[in-house]
Every structure is written in structure tokens, then in C-alpha cells.
């Protein structure tokens, strides 16, 4: 590792952020090292506040047809993306960067092109279709000589798994059947069976993700449950605007100490958080158990399978990481968090249906899960670390 320069990088819908790692031997395992450096993609010269993607059905249809036709704009914002990037990533390297190979891993947001080195398809932002190529010919006119080819793009979610995998004090490298949720702007879910990550994409037949999943309500999971979600609700309750509780500096935390002194639309929205997070969670137990094809998705007409290869399979550990495990960890929270998911979640798996030693896997002899059973992560930017673990293995291979 001495002649290597390791950097992992989750590109968000804002901003990057970007760290340098650090590999560790006997046993194996990766940790993200200081400075830390996040830079926001309005901070380009080039970035335009009035951007407005194409629209998504026109999005997909013209990735469904392979003539994707990338407009202005889009070339505009992705020169403000790639030049956002360049800038971060001179500034977290050192000024003898070019003795050593640099190795560089990154997720984005948005559905990959065929060669994973491109975005073509992207809700909140342009299509970049050669991202890749794009940004490895900046990096290398800027003077990165010992740039090695970046691999490809990844995903925020198979990225957290990999972090939790093989990050330093990762919550999956000592367990070998664990799912991982990632609570920020969205939802991220990652799931280790038999001590292998199993990528969602994969299990798509018989698992789905927390933004498909919707409660008996008709909102989805992730509506309820993301920063973003829990946000937009108080917004509601308390007649505002996002954008003025983002101005005022309220986001999730501030959210959950309004309701530890008492403010009632606070109160009514951590409760429904902590009953969305023990639903959920049950869910995942239950297909993962037996098959749980009564969950309501928003896809149409899509339904689960009851049938594959890990029946029987019980987790050993629940995960939850980002903005939420920071929550979930905070002993204040506790009572309005913790507490009632460790309450509700042993309650829905006592009063299932589910096979006796399924349950008998989950609780003890008091009919409650174990208090360990759900922990935080101790990986506060998991992505960014996976994804310099997979620029690490990839170039290993």
C-alpha cells in the first residue's frame, strides 16, 4: 500500500464528498483517514441554479432505445459536476501525489450505462453518459500522470455494504447474516447472508427496496423514514416550506429534540418514524424467513416470489447508518426511537405467524429481541469507503 494513494468518493445530488483510506493487514480491512473534504457542485464556476433535467419518461425511453441525445444543459451541469470533482480531489491529495498510483472509486446516483462508466438515466440530475472518461481526461490534464483507469460507477447502497463489509469497525465484518439500512436524503439498503454481500439487484424476485415498499397508508417507506421524508412531514404539520426549515437549520435532529420538549407535530412524526422503521424491519424478516409476497409495491402489478435459496435464513444483526444511525446511537433519542422499534419489532415477530424456531432465532426466553440485536453504524460515510474498497479489489484482481 505504500505506493499506492487510495480515495473513495460519494458523489451526491448537491455535492462530493470525498476521503482518502488507508488499507490494513492481518486481517484485511480499510479506514478513511483526515482531512475529509465535501464540496458542493454550485461552488463551480460553471454550475447553473436553473437546471432542469429532461424528463424522466423521456429519460428511460431513450435508454430503453440506446439513443440517448444529451442536451446542453446537461453538458453544462455535468462540466460543473466533473469540475467540482477535479477540484476536490486536487485538494485532498498530497503535492508529491505523482511518485505513487492513484486509485480512485466512486458512486453516483442514477441508472448506469451498459459499461457502468457512465449515468444515462438520472431524476435529479444531467445524463453523463461518458462521466468516466470524461473526468479521468480532466484529472489527467490537470497533472494527475499516475492516475490509474477508474473501473466503474457504483451505487450508494452496494457501496455502504461494502464499507460495513470491510471498513475498520464495520457492523458486518463480524457477523455473517446482517442487513444494513443507510438513512439520508433517501433510503439505502445492503444485506450480508452467509458472509457475502448480496446486491438488492440480485434478489429483486423475492426482495424489494425500501424506496418499492409501501405501508398499508399508501406512502412508501422511504417517504416517511429518509431525512428528507421526515423533513417534508413537519413542513406539512407545521404549514412551512423545506426550504424554510433548511434556511433555519432544521433538519432530522432538530426534528427529534422538538419532540423531547414536547412540540406535538414533532412527537406525532417520530412515532410514526419508529413505527415505519419496526414495519419494515419486520418485513425484511419475514421475506428473508418465508417469502413475503403480500408486500404492497408501487411498481404495478409487480408481486415477490414466496421461493429462494436462503429460507430459513435469520439475521443476527440490523444495521441502521447515516443521519438516522447517528439518532439511533444518541442515549437521549433513546425513548423515542430505540425503544419502541425494540418494543414493536419483538411484538410483530411474537404475534406472527412464522415458524417457531424462526421467532426462537429472534427472541429470548422474555419473548424480546436482544439489545444488540439492533446497533448504529459506526461508518458515518460507509460509501465513500466502500466505494475506495472497490477501486482497491478491483485493481487487485
Known amino acids: 500500500m505504500d505506493n499506492l494513494i487510495l480515495l473513495g468518493i460519494d458523489g451526491g445530488a448537491s455535492k462530493v464528498l470525498i476521503n482518502r483510506v488507508i488499507l490494513h493487514t492481518d486481517p484485511i480491512r480499510f479506514s478513511a483517514v483526515k482531512p475529509r473534504i465535501e464540496v458542493s457542485y454550485s461552488s463551480s464556476e460553471y454550475f447553473k441554479s436553473g437546471f432542469k433535467p429532461v424528463a424522466l ?53 442514477g441508472l448506469k450505462t451498459s459499461d457502468k462508466r457512465g449515468i ?26 499516475s492516475l490509474d483507469a477508474i473501473h466503474d460507477l457504483g451505487s450508494d ?96 435532529w432538530q426534528i427529534y429534540e422538538f419532540a423531547m420538549d414536547g412540540d406535538e407535530h414533532a412527537k406525532a412524526i417520530v412515532t410514526t418514524v419508529a413505527n415505519a422503521f419496526a414495519e419494515l424491519f419486520f418485513n425484511r424478516i419475514k421475506a428473508l424467513a418465508v417469502g413475503d409476497p403480500s408486500q404492497k409495491l408501487i411498481q404495478t402489478g409487480r408481486k415477490l416470489e414466496d421461493n429462494h435459496p436462503f429460507l430459513g ?6 444495521v441502521i447508518g447515516q443521519r438516522l ?8 433519542f433513546a425513548p ?44 458515518r460515510h460507509a460509501p465513500a469507503l466502500g466505494a475506495a474498497v472497490d477501486a482497491y479489489f478491483n485493481w487487485a484482481k
Request: hydrophobic residues 40%.
Open 57 to 109: 419518461k423521456t429519460q428511460l425511453k431513450e435508454r430503453n432505445d440506446d439513443a440517448l441525445n444529451q442536451t446542453p444543459g446537461e453538458k453544462n451541469q455535468e462540466l460543473a459536476i466533473i469540475d467540482t470533482f477535479q477540484r476536490a480531489i486536487k485538494a485532498i491529495l498530497p503535492p508529491n501525489c505523482n511518485q505513487k498510483q492513484i486509485l480512485i472509486g466512486i458512486g453516483l446516483p
Open 157 to 252: 447502497a452496494d457501496y455502504c455494504g461494502l464499507g460495513e463489509r470491510w471498513g475498520d469497525h464495520g457492523a458486518f465484518r463480524d457477523v455473517s447474516d446482517a442487513y444494513y439500512i443507510g438513512v439520508g436524503t433517501g433510503v439505502a439498503d445492503a444485506l450480508l447472508l452467509d458472509g457475502h454481500l448480496v446486491p438488492f439487484d440480485d434478489i429483486k424476485p423475492w426482495m424489494a427496496k425500501s424506496w418499492e415498499i409501501v405501508r398499508e397508508d399508501g406512502a412508501t417507506y422511504e417517504s416517511i423514514i429518509s431525512a428528507k421524508g421526515i423533513q417534508q412531514q413537519y413542513a406539512d404539520l407545521s404549514e412551512q416550506n423545506v426550504e424554510t426549515l433548511i434556511s433555519n437549520n432544521i433538519f432530522p
Open 336 to 379: 423515542l426511537f430505540k425503544d419502541p422499534v425494540f418494543a414493536q419489532l419483538s411484538g410483530l415477530i411474537h404475534q406472527s405467524d412464522l415458524p417457531q424456531v424462526i421467532k426462537n432465532g429472534y427472541l429470548t426466553q422474555t419473548k424480546r429481541l436482544d439489545d444488540e440485536f439492533i446497533i448504529g453504524s459506526e461508518l
Open 313 to 318: 435464513k435469520v439475521l443476527k444483526r440490523i
Open 120 to 145: 444515462n438515466a438520472m431524476a435529479n440530475g444531467p445524463r453523463m453518459p461518458q462521466f468516466l472518461t470524461n473526468l479521468e481526461n480532466a484529472l489527467r490534464a490537470a497533472g494527475l500522470t
Open 325 to 332: 444511525g447517528d439518532i439511533w446511537q444518541f442515549p437521549d
